[in-house]
């Protein structure tokens, strides 16, 4: 894969490498190393994909330019975005990485993390009008504390209790899944959900083992579509 001649020559780009492969389920996401004509180097990252690039890039520039938490664009076309690289843990990674370290859901850490997310949930809910639909937590980063988006090209219309559902499903179901620090902390947002968004909780609940179970179809088929692959090999 090559860089567009536009963006190197904007950025005065004379070397580059990719140095790592994201891990995505949809697209392409990679990290790139780049050096400029006076040896000043740079990371950036590649989002490449076959369609909804020019609807994620609106909803990026948009945020950034309202002062969102969000990687600044650099460049785009039809099939890739090229953004700032934000050296951060994913909300995920620092989630497993509490439970590793066997924080009590209620320690401070756990509860600012927490607060904060759902403040950047809020102002993006207020803001923009939409729901991410796609809430998995590696779609969020964690850099001091703060929340960092950086996945929107499934945005949608839609009820925000689904997005909080979902995301509270999600704490349940990462591997190793139901571990009591993960039903805690599931609960834990979920409670602090309905609080802050004045939510009703039995419908949050409700929700939730909805989520659960199409989360898991979901798993499910993709398995199921592995395996038919492999044997039609
Ligand atoms: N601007 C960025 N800075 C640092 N890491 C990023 C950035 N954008 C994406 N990533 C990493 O790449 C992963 C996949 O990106 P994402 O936009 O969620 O792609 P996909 O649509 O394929 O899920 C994220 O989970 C995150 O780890
Ligand atoms: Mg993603």
Redesign the pocket.
Known sequence: MCLPKQFVDSHQIVKYKFEKV??????K?M?VYTEDFLGKSNRF?L?Y?NRGIQKENNILIKLYRNGFNV?KVYYHNDQMLL??????N?LLETILDFERKSYKVDDERVIKITYNFLAWLDQFYNFTGLTLQ?CNL??F?VSNNDIYG??F?DCAKGKREEDLARISAFILLYSPEYTDWKVKFSNLFLDTATKEFNLDKDRLIFERSKQVKAIKRRRMKKSKAIINNETQK
Do not use: I
Not at 83 to 88: G, I, Q, R
């Open positions: 994201f891990p995505s389920k949809k697209n996401v990290l990252v989002k994909k990687p953004m700032e690289y934000l050296p951060a994913t796609d590696r779609n980063l950086v996945d090209e």
